[in-house]
Every structure is written in structure tokens, then in C-alpha cells.
């Protein structure tokens, strides 16, 4: 079987020209149907807005004769009023909407039937004309109904996926539209993308170059060679973490010990930077000696209640610190580098590169937040994009599968 391939619009023309001659008819018969059914649903209204009136009339005479059966029917040419108007009639003619119609006005239907059937005979001898008439009118509204019903069930449905695939097609054309847009849309938020990326690239290779000045780049120097001399300390005090703690809390809970708040203060720097504290201290470390010599007496006092392992190290290293030069040379190396960062943190040259590099930095994050935003943006369109992708897919199939199953013919739409 050979296969057509057609574009949606050229699929429209197509089907049109190949099918006009089937559905059109249908359609036109499905409106008059349509039409004499509201018709006979409003005179239905009308007939029971008749028994409401005349049995109005028998209520307000108060004829106790006539007064409950008139009260019965004026109840139930309400209800048939009421049911008539909550059922709503199509604006346009479709298999679906005639379809569901026909199911609510047989329901309907029915309803009216009982009622007839169970009230009717209660309300006689009286009211005899009225329900004659209406009767009359119920009868020919039913056949009515029936010819409408018998056509959706029999011959509408014929055309039924027919219909439903120019339903699909419309949709499709829609659906193709908005792909395009999103699309559209899509391109252009790549395209704000890729220049704030190309936007930050450039701040990038801007901040670089504020980091690479002269300045920022012996300050960085500076930065690392104290942190090499503080770790080198750390090594040196290793074994005084534990006793400088007993010492601070001697000090503070325990009597004092003779150490000093001066000395206390220092002790807590020496544990928490010991960079910083030698390079504060004068020549020799002094303060450094004089807590080293009152942590002395306090090991041989036995006052910081030590394990042996412990005691043992740590008096090692209080008298190798005492008694080497290890401790002068580390003290003048951070003495001068302290003194050549707080230099180099003064100079001007230093405030116009931190200042430059702090406006490159608030510029990138504003760019960051902005990149962050527009890739939400594409996410969100791609995912859209891809349901209407998955829709497209869908809606083609079911019409080329439509298209086979009711002419016989292949189609691929392009």
C-alpha cells in the first residue's frame, strides 16, 4: 500500500476534499436533529409551565376538593421545569457533545416517564384537559428524542472517527504553533545565555588580572609563608597543647599558679595561632620563657596532673624551646614577614586591587544569580517543548491510524 506524505495544513485540505462528501451530510442532519430536539424540549417547558399556572390557580381557590391533587401537580410541573432546565443543550455539533446530550435527555427521559406514570392517575378526574395537552406534547417530544437518540447511536456514530480525527488535526495545528513559540523562545534564552557567559568569562579573565598585580600577588606570598611558619610552631608546641590547657584552667578555676592575665591571654594565642603570638613577642620571646619556666615548676610540682607519657614530652619541649635557638630564628622570620604584611595592607596599591577585585566579585554574582535565571527559564521551556513534543507524537499517530482504519489509506504526517 502506497504512503502519502503530507504536511499538517496539506493533511487538512486533503482529508476535506476526500471526506466532504460523508461528513458534511451528517453534520447538517446532526444540527437539525439538534435543533427540532430543542425545540421540543422548550415546548415541554411550556406544557408544564402551563400545569404550574392552572394548578396554581386551583391552590389560591381553595377548593378543598381539588386543593391536594392541584398541590401534587404543581410540585411536579416544577420538577419537570427544573429537569428540563439543568439539562444542557450543545453549542456545537459534535459526536462527543450530541452523544453525552442523548445519555442525559434519555435519563431525563425516563424520569419524566415514572412520574407520569405514578401521578398522572392520583391528580384524576381532575385537571383532565391540562394533562391531556400536556401529554399530547410529551408524546411528540419523546418521538423527537427517539429519532435524535437513534441517529447519534447508529448513523453519527459512522462518522465518529472521522470527526475525532479533524478534532486531532486542529489540535496538532495548535500544538505545532506552540512549539514553534516555545521554540522561538527558547533560541533567544540561549542566546542570553551564551552572552552572560561570554560576559563573565570576560569579569573572569579581568579579576584575574587584578589578582595577579604585584601587590595581591606578594600578599598571597606572604599569606602562605605565615601559614607554613604557624604550622611549623604548631609542630614545635605539639606536645604543650595539653599542658597550656591545664595551665589556662589553673588559671582561671584553680588558684592562679602565679601566670598572669597577660600571660593567660598569650597562652590561649600560642594554642590558637602561635604565628601571630611570636610575632608580637620582643626578642627572645620573653613572655613565651617566662610561661615556659612557670609550666617548669608546675610539671615538677606535679600541679597539672599529667599522664608519665605526656609529662615526659612535654618537659622535652619546654627545654629544648629554653635552651635552642630554634625559637630565635622562627620568631625573627615571623616578626619580619608580620612586618611586611602590615605594610604591604596599608599601601594604596593594595586598596585599589581589593577594591577592583571586590566590584568584579559583586559583578560575577549579579551575572551568577542572572545565568542562574536563565537556565531555569531554558529548563523550564525544554520541558515544555517536550511535552508538546510527546503531544505531537501522539496526536500523528492517532491520525494516521484514524485515516487508515476509515478510507483505507496510508498517510505520514511530515
Known amino acids: 500500500m502506497s504512503q502519502t506524505k503530507l504536511s499538517t495544513d496539506e493533511l487538512k485540505t486533503w482529508l476535506q476534499t476526500e471526506t466532504g462528501s460523508v461528513l458534511a451530510p451528517v453534520q447538517a442532519r446532526a444540527q437539525k436533529h439538534l435543533d427540532e430536539t430543542r425545540t421540543a424540549l422548550e415546548n415541554l417547558s411550556e406544557a408544564s409551565k402551563t400545569l404550574s399556572e392552572n394548578s396554581q390557580k386551583e391552590i389560591e381557590k381553595r377548593n378543598m376538593k381539588v386543593y391536594n391533587r392541584a398541590r401534587a401537580l404543581n410540585k411536579l410541573s416544577s420538577l419537570f421545569m427544573d429537569r428540563i432546565k439543568k439539562l444542557k443543550t450543545p453549542d456545537q455539533v459534535s459526536f462527543d457533545s450530541l452523544s453525552s446530550f442523548a445519555v442525559e435527555t434519555q435519563k431525563m427521559m425516563n424520569v419524566f416517564e415514572i412520574d407520569i406514570r405514578n401521578w398522572f392517575p392520583r391528580i384524576s378526574p381532575f385537571f383532565i384537559m391540562d394533562r391531556r395537552k400536556f401529554l399530547t406534547v410529551y408524546e411528540k417530544n419523546k418521538l423527537t428524542i427517539n429519532d435524535f437518540i437513534e441517529f447519534v447511536n447508529k448513523e453519527y456514530i459512522k462518522s465518529k472517527t472521522l470527526e475525532k480525527t479533524f478534532e486531532y488535526l486542529a489540535e496538532l495545528q495548535t500544538v505545532e504553533r506552540q512549539l514553534t513559540e ?26 584575574e588580572t587584578f589578582k595577579n598585580k604585584a601587590v595581591l600577588a606578594q600578599l598571597s606570598s606572604l599569606d602562605a609563608e605565615s601559614e607554613t611558619l604557624n604550622n611549623e610552631l604548631k609542630q614545635l608546641l605539639r606536645h604543650l597543647q595539653k599542658p597550656f590547657l591545664k595551665m589556662q584552667a589553673l588559671a582561671t578555676y584553680g588558684g592562679g599558679g602565679g601566670i598572669t592575665p597577660d600571660e593567660l591571654t598569650m597562652i590561649g594565642l600560642y594554642m ?38 605526656k609529662q615526659r614530652k612535654a618537659e622535652q619541649d619546654v627545654n629544648e624551646l629554653l635552651n635552642s635557638e630554634s625559637l630565635t630564628v622562627l620568631h625573627r622570620k615571623c616578626v619580619e614577614v608580620a612586618a611586611l604584611k602590615k605594610q604591604l595592607s596599608t599601601s594604596p596599591e593594595l586598596e585599589e586591587a581589593k577594591n577592583g577585585l571586590s566590584l568584579f566579585q559583586q559583578q560575577m554574582e549579579t551575572l551568577r544569580v542572572r545565568v542562574g535565571s ?41
Not at 534564552?189 to 560576559?199: A, Q
Open 272 to 309: 590558637d595561632n602561635p604565628f601571630e603570638a611570636v610575632a608580637a613577642e620582643a626578642p627572645g620571646c620573653p613572655v613565651l620563657r617566662q610561661i615556659l619556666e612557670k609550666l617548669t615548676n608546675l610539671l615538677a610540682e606535679d600541679k597539672l596532673k599529667l599522664k608519665p607519657v
Open 182 to 207: 516555545i521554540e522561538t523562545e527558547k533560541g533567544s534564552i540561549v542566546n542570553e545565555r551564551s552572552l552572560l557567559e561570554t560576559e563573565m568569562a570576560e569579569l573572569e579573565r579581568q579579576a
Open 374 to 414: 536563565v537556565e531555569a527559564d531554558e529548563c523550564m521551556k525544554e520541558n515544555q517543548r517536550q511535552e508538546l513534543l510527546d503531544r505531537t507524537r501522539y496526536l500523528k499517530s492517532a491520525i494516521e491510524s484514524n485515516v487508515l482504519s476509515f478510507m483505507g489509506k496510508q498517510v505520514q504526517i511530515q
